[in-house]
């Protein structure tokens, strides 16, 4: 079974700072996929950074990017700079990708809070 | 950019009673899923769907659930006999093959 821990339920960062939100993952498939949502007070999910299994590089998405360490199984989201309309809700989820359909697993969230 | 969109927004329903909400998925995309986050809690994969039939369905997505694409453009979960605990923010979302799925901003469903 897959499973997703995210151990920062908050935290709170001084604007500009860059700051690395956790994520671990176990499963015992070689090929997956890894993602980080941000979900605002407003309610919706909006996708921001995908890492799979077998990508050489780490993703890297404007002021995103991951530190995918795969001996580890950990797939922190480093946001650098960070900007008081990054407070939001975090969420690292995982997905088998060979079935294509498959459903993602959601981690429980960091609540991140951007302090001016 | 294309995007998800859900309606309604806010569903306001008598416990018993059939509810149905509908998902228009990003135009090009193949793949359709529905997810359930209950207040406060981590968002949690009901069902996928992929050429008219499902792939795949968590073990919340029992008997009381189903979901239909009644024509090229829509795609529904209809749940019958509703109960308090299935008051949640329900997530619509539609991936390419093995491309990250967007999300629509939900329809929050309250039953009373």
């Known amino acids: 079974a897959q499973k997703i821990t995210q151990t920062q339920p908050g935290m709170f960062v001084q604007e500009k700072e860059a700051v690395t939100l956790d994520c671990t993952y176990d499963?015992?498939?070689?090929?997956?996929?890894l993602f980080w949502y941000k979900q605002p007070s407003s309610g919706e999910m909006i996708f921001l950074i995908y890492?799979?299994?077998?990508?050489?590089q780490n993703a890297t998405e404007g002021r995103y990017s991951l530190n995918f360490q795969k001996a580890r199984k950990s797939a922190n989201l480093v946001i650098s700079a960070s900007q008081l309309g990054d407070s939001a809700m975090y969420f690292c989820a995982m997905r088998d990708p060979g079935g294509g359909a498959d459903g993602l697993t959601f981690g429980k969230g960091t609540h991140l809070i951007i302090q001016p | 950019e294309p995007e998800v969109t859900q309606t309604p927004s806010h569903q306001v329903t008598q416990m018993g009673q059939e509810v149905i909400l509908r998902c228009v998925p990003i135009?090009?995309?193949?793949?359709f899923y529905w997810y359930r986050q209950i207040l406060g809690q981590k968002v949690e994969f009901l069902v996928s769907?992929?050429?008219?039939?499902?792939?795949?369905k968590s073990e919340i997505f029992d008997d009381q659930f189903s979901v239909e694409r009644p024509d090229g453009s829509n795609f529904t979960l209809k749940i019958r006999s509703t109960k308090l605990e299935d008051s949640a923010m329900y997530f619509c979302a539609s991936s390419l093959q093995n491309q990250p799925q967007h999300f629509g901003d939900g329809t929050r469903l309250s039953i009373l």
């Open positions: 769907f992929y050429n008219n039939e499902i792939s795949e």
């Open positions: 135009s090009n995309h193949l793949y």
């Open positions: 499963t015992s498939d070689p090929s997956y996929g």
């Open positions: 890492q799979g299994s077998y990508d050489q």
